[in-house]
């Protein structure tokens, strides 16, 4: 990882990279690559202060990194993890009147929120919710960003993944106290979930339980997990003490440094 702050000088001109951006309520997960070439990418961790507006903290955070506002990199990817989303069928959140009414009954009346829809498959989009202060900030700050989704990124590529084989999978990603849970049959992503857990007991219930409410065959299914290495192998471990199929996900070498999180290893995987 990189020194902070971030300087402009750790990169050239700033159209040979492409900048991602994983935010998150408590940091935000860096990654500049370079567009052609086998340089390693700068990555980073900031951590947002907290106890402060959230847009507020973000913007912080991003203008106290120099090489990160205003340059006009090759492209931008932000990935939003949002505290609070929904899935819906494609066409229902394809209806502007149908969002607008979401958002309305699981919005505080003070938020203001920009609600923001992202494909999560070909069937499901996910709706997210974000301050109103952030897109501004987004919008102005950098050049052309696409926002995503962390579930769109995962079940982009896990979706690839799945239909290798017979059987039905379920992943899951875990990164500091997120667990991401995607499950895939024959026929596609049938669900999809975000869950805060303390510990790895925790984790591997909320997993154990979505399995079991999609009649996960123990004996035969596969239950894979990605994401870091420390709390992977412990979540493995809790896991195969009821599947026997438990696997870590193997993520091709191209997918970059094992520090960043999964959703920005694999984000150029998804194009």
């Not at 700033?14 to 951006?21: E, G, M, Q, T, V």
């Not at 847009?55 to 205003?70: D, M, Q």
Request: proline content about 6%; hydrophobic content about 50%; overall charge negative.
């Amino acid at each position: 990882m990189a020194t902070l702050p971030l300087k402009r000088d750790l990169i050239d001109d700033p159209a040979n990279y492409r900048l991602a951006l994983l935010i998150a309520a408590d940091a935000i997960d860096v990654s500049v690559r370079r567009v052609a070439g086998e340089a390693e990418p700068i990555t980073a961790h900031i951590a947002l202060q907290q106890g402060v507006d959230f847009a507020s903290a973000v913007e912080e955070a991003i203008y106290a990194n120099p090489l990160l506002p205003a340059q006009l990199f090759n492209r931008v990817d932000i990935v939003i993890r949002p505290e609070r989303f929904q899935l819906l069928d494609a066409a229902t959140a394809a209806d502007a009147a149908a969002v607008e009414a979401l958002c309305d009954l699981i919005h505080d009346d003070n938020m203001a929120p920009a609600p923001v829809v992202c494909p999560v498959s070909d069937n499901y989009s996910a709706v997210t919710l974000l301050p109103q202060a952030l897109m501004r900030f987004i919008n102005r700050t950098f050049d052309r960003a696409r926002i995503h989704c962390h579930l769109g990124v995962l079940a982009s590529y896990f979706a690839r993944q799945s239909r290798q084989g017979n059987c039905d999978k379920i992943y899951a990603v875990i990164h500091g106290s997120n667990v991401d849970v995607l499950a895939f049959n024959a026929t596609g992503l049938t669900a999809a979930n975000s869950f805060v857990c303390s510990n790895i007991n925790d984790a591997a219930y909320y997993i154990l339980s979505l399995a079991k409410m999609l009649d996960f065959r123990a004996d035969t299914d596969h239950l894979i997990v990605a994401g870091d290495a420390p709390l992977r192998a412990s979540l493995l471990g809790r896991l195969r003490d009821f599947v026997a199929n438990a696997l870590p996900a193997i993520l091709p070498a191209e997918a970059g440094t094992a520090n960043l999180p999964v959703h920005l290893q694999i984000l150029p995987l998804c194009e």
